[in-house]
Structures are given as structure tokens and as C-alpha cells.
């Protein structure tokens, strides 16, 4: 059952939860977060998991200040100037990600930037103090649905899915952070938000590139795949064995020879958990191609596909 959790103890009982690797939904100023220990692979599978999402997207960090923020992320330029300016706020900034970060690749997506915020509600705050580390967290509502600005909001769409609502009353701005892109040569707007671009750009005394994705979300064409991580080498789907000379990524029982297995025990969470890791280490190995086992396609298994189906597609 979903505990719902409020006050001092409410709190305490919250980051222990996190700590255990369990899934929580905290308030924000923006809207409603479903968190997860970011350092932990299968804690962050869960949120995929429980959300239904099917397809990995980035997802967003959490830390109580930009000191925090530091540790994991590479802050220097415009990314330093509008951290000093906003935060704690509703602003998102995308950095360069430290390779001492500790994260689960599952929550950058594999790739070597990632997306820090300092969220300013007080309740976040202490409870990101008193957890003590990154928190991933995207809007905590089933995929598809609208982004949630109250505890019962959260509780209609994911109860029985979470362990825990901590309950921060009614989120003020109700929309999502802002998201800028700090890793280009110049500041880019990724996402509008509960921050006005108007502010940002008094901030930066220059207008921001505001090229924005159509799709913020995720690209979907193989075109639009160049900021995600691919494999160098080709990856080859539903393969029952490898061909000659390439490496093979195994799913399930039975497969004592591959090259490495996505979970032996055939565990969509845990191959979640464990598939940009080993994509990276098969890459990185001598073999003409990553042959990658058929992988159950429900649950986690729709995403896993979705990903290595981008990872396959021909490059531009
Ligand atoms: O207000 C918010 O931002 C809420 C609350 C809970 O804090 N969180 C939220 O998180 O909306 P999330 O994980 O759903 O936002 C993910 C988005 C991705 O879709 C992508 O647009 C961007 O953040 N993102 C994350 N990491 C990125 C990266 N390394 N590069 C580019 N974009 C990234
Ligand atoms: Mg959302």
C-alpha cells in the first residue's frame, strides 16, 4: 500500500524510504516528483517502472543546494551565473556531468551531461538534506497523464505503485522547471517552464537561444538522436546468438557464454538498471557489433526496446 506521509515524522520516514531504494512521491514548488535514489540503478528502473513510461528519457537531478549541485555536475560560465541567480528555483540547468557524479547511467540516459535542479519548497529542501544525496525525480503522474500539483493528484494516478506521498500541500507554480542547456557554446532553452524566459535572459544580459525541440520530451526520429547516447558499434536486435567476431548482450537463463547478461534471472527491472552500463562496456570491448538478445516487450522490456531500437537505427 502507498503510505501517505506528512509533518516531522512524515519527513523522516521519507528519506528512509528513499535510503532502502524505494520509491517516493515528493512535493516541489513545480509540480508533484516521483523520487528515487539516483545512485541506485534499480530504484530509478522502478520510477520508469511505475510511470509506464515507455521510453528512457533523462531524467532530472535533485540536490539541496548548488554546493551539492557541484559534485555532480560541472558549473562554470552561464550554467554558474544562472544557478547564482535562481536557485533554489523552478530552473533546470543541463551541465556537463562529473565521472566522480556516482549516478545510475539510467538517469542521464547514458549520456555524459546531466540535468541538475535546487528545488526551493523548504519541505524539499530538508528532505533532500536529510537524504543526503542526488534525487531522481520526473513529474509523478502515470505516463501520459497530467503532471500532478496535490498528494491526492498523486495518489489517483500511481497508489499501490509507490511506497510513499509525502504530502507538501498544493504545489504554487504547477508547471514544470524551466530547462537551459548549459553545455553548448551558448545558453539553449530546452524546455519553457515555471521560470520566465524573460528573467533568464535579464539574467544572461542577452537573448537565449530558444530553438527549442519540438519534442522536449524525447526525439522521435532517428534523426533527431544526436544528443543521445548511441554504441559506436552496430547493435543488432533479437538475436539468438551472435554472429562471428560481434559481442553478445544476453537477457535471461541459460546464456553462460555471452559476453554479459542483462539479468540472468530474466528481470526487466534489473535489465533496466544494468542496460547503458553494459552497452558502455561492450563498446568499449574489441568485437564488430553488440548482438543483443529478444527482450520480453511489456512492463520495462517496452522501454529497453525503445532504446535499443534507437541504438540500432541507421546513423546519419
Ligand atoms: O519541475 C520539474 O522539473 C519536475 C519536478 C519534479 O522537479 N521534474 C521534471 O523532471 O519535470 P523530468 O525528469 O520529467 O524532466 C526530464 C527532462 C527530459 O525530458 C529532458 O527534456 C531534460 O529533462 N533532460 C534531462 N537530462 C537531460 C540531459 N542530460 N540533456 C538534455 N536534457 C535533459
Ligand atoms: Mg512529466
Known amino acids: 500500500m502507498t503510505e501517505r506521509l506528512e509533518g516531522e515524522a512524515g519527513l523522516s520516514r521519507a528519506a528512509e524510504l528513499l535510503r532502502a531504494g524505494e520509491l517516493?512521491?515528493?512535493?516541489?514548488?513545480?509540480?508533484?516528483?516521483?523520487?528515487?535514489?539516483?545512485?541506485?540503478?534499480?530504484?530509478v528502473a522502478g520510477i520508469f517502472e511505475a510511470k509506464g513510461r515507455?521510453?528512457?528519457?533523462?531524467?532530472?537531478?535533485?540536490?539541496?543546494?548548488?554546493?551539492?549541485?557541484?559534485?555532480?555536475?560541472?558549473?562554470?560560465?552561464?550554467?554558474?551565473?544562472?544557478?547564482q541567480a535562481f536557485w533554489p528555483g523552478p530552473l533546470t540547468l543541463v551541465v556537463p556531468r562529473r565521472a566522480s557524479s556516482g549516478?545510475?547511467?539510467l538517469v542521464t540516459a547514458g549520456l555524459q551531461t546531466v540535468a541538475l535542479r535546487v528545488p526551493a519548497l523548504p519541505l524539499a529542501q530538508r528532505l533532500l538534506t536529510a537524504f543526503g544525496g542526488p534525487l531522481a525525480a520526473p513529474s509523478a503522474n502515470p505516463s501520459g497523464k497530467i503532471s500532478p500539483s496535490t498528494a491526492e493528484h498523486v495518489a489517483t494516478g500511481?497508489?499501490?505503485r509507490i511506497a510513499a506521498v509525502l504530502d507538501g500541500g498544493p504545489a504554487g507554480v504547477g508547471v514544470e522547471s524551466t530547462i537551459v542547456d548549459c553545455t553548448g557554446?551558448?545558453?539553449?532553452?530546452?524546455?519553457?517552464?515555471?521560470?520566465?524566459?524573460?528573467?533568464?535572459?535579464?539574467?544572461?544580459?542577452?537573448?537565449?537561444?530558444?530553438?527549442?525541440?519540438?519534442?522536449?520530451?524525447?526525439?522521435?526520429?532517428?534523426?533527431?538522436?544526436?544528443?543521445?547516447?548511441?554504441?559506436?558499434?552496430?547493435?543488432?536486435?533479437?538475436a539468438a546468438a551472435p554472429p562471428p567476431g560481434a559481442l553478445f548482450l544476453a537477457f535471461g537463463p541459460g546464456h553462460e557464454t555471452a559476453t554479459a547478461n542483462l539479468s540472468p534471472s530474466g528481470d526487466l527491472r534489473e535489465a533496466a538498471a544494468n542496460l547503458f552500463t553494459l552497452l558502455h562496456r561492450l563498446d568499449a570491448m574489441p568485437g564488430t557489433a553488440i548482438a543483443v538478445a529478444p527482450i520480453p516487450n511489456h512492463g520495462l522490456g517496452l522501454a529497453i526496446n525503445d532504446r535499443l531500437t534507437r541504438a540500432a537505427a541507421p546513423r546519419g
Open 103 to 105: 549516478l545510475s547511467p
Open 54 to 83: 515507455p521510453r528512457f528519457n533523462p531524467l532530472i537531478c535533485h540536490l539541496p543546494s548548488l554546493e551539492a549541485a557541484s559534485d555532480i555536475g560541472v558549473f562554470d560560465g552561464a550554467a554558474l551565473a544562472l544557478a
Open 158 to 160: 500511481l497508489a499501490g
Open 24 to 43: 517516493v512521491a515528493i512535493p516541489t514548488e513545480t509540480v508533484y516528483g516521483l523520487a528515487a535514489d539516483a545512485r541506485n540503478g534499480t530504484a
Open 185 to 238: 557554446p551558448a545558453p539553449r532553452l530546452l524546455r519553457p517552464g515555471g521560470l520566465p524566459v524573460e528573467a533568464l535572459e535579464q539574467a544572461l544580459g542577452a537573448p537565449l537561444n530558444r530553438a527549442t525541440p519540438t519534442n522536449d520530451t524525447a526525439p522521435s526520429a532517428p534523426g533527431q538522436l544526436s544528443s543521445h547516447y548511441a554504441p559506436a558499434k552496430p547493435v543488432l536486435l533479437n
